[in-house]
């Protein structure tokens, strides 16, 4: 019987883990991030592209999504807008390696939490990770 309760408590602690999406068609630069914040305790969803990122987001409502704005069949511009509307509580990062990306983004109004420039300082995406996880 204790196993079993060690084992649930195993599961919730999972459970109430910190979701977040990678999302980023460059396989190194998602592999990254996701690594990075893998060792910090967070649980990695990743997606290659702004469909897969929707869909995901759509299914899972992470605390955070880290996006590109370059990404085939729908930008993160585009995809942070329609996470908006499917998971209001998800926040987004958009990240660019473009200055006109991340400015456009901003001119968009499509509801990112910050924009960051790549490459991204990892211990700084910490920092928005940490304030979440209070």
Same mark, same amino acid.
């Given at each position: 019987?204790?196993?079993?309760?060690?084992?649930?408590?195993?599961?919730?602690?999972?459970?109430?883990?910190?979701?977040?999406?990678?999302?980023?068609?460059?396989?190194?630069?998602?592999?990254?991030?996701?690594?990075?914040?893998?060792?910090?305790?967070?649980?990695?969803?990743?997606?290659? #592209? %702004? &469909?897969? /990122?929707?869909?995901?987001?759509?299914?899972? @409502? !992470?605390?955070?999504? =880290?996006?590109?704005?370059?990404?085939?069949?729908? #930008? %993160? &511009?585009? /995809?942070?807008?329609?996470?908006?509307?499917? @998971? !209001?509580?998800?926040? =987004?990062?958009?990240?660019?390696?473009?200055?006109?990306?991340?400015?456009? /983004?901003?001119?968009?109004?499509?509801?990112?939490?910050?924009?960051?420039?790549?490459?991204?300082?990892?211990?700084?995406?910490?920092?928005?990770?940490? /304030?979440?996880?209070?």
């Amino acid at each position: 019987m204790k196993q079993k309760t060690e084992t649930s408590k195993h599961s919730q602690r999972r459970r109430d883990r910190l979701a977040v999406l990678v999302a980023d068609d460059d396989p190194a630069q998602r592999q990254e991030i996701s690594e990075y914040l893998t060792r910090l305790g967070i649980q990695v969803l990743e997606a290659e #592209d %702004g &469909i897969e /990122a929707v869909a995901q987001i759509d299914r899972y @409502s !992470p605390a955070l999504a =880290v996006m590109d704005i370059r990404m085939p069949h729908c #930008d %993160g &511009i585009r /995809a942070a807008e329609i996470a908006s509307s499917l @998971s !209001p509580r998800t926040l =987004v990062i958009l990240m660019s390696g473009f200055p006109e990306e991340l400015r456009r /983004a901003e001119a968009t109004g499509c509801g990112a939490y910050t924009l960051l420039q790549k490459p991204i300082g990892l211990s700084r995406l910490g920092d928005h990770v940490s /304030a979440l996880n209070g």
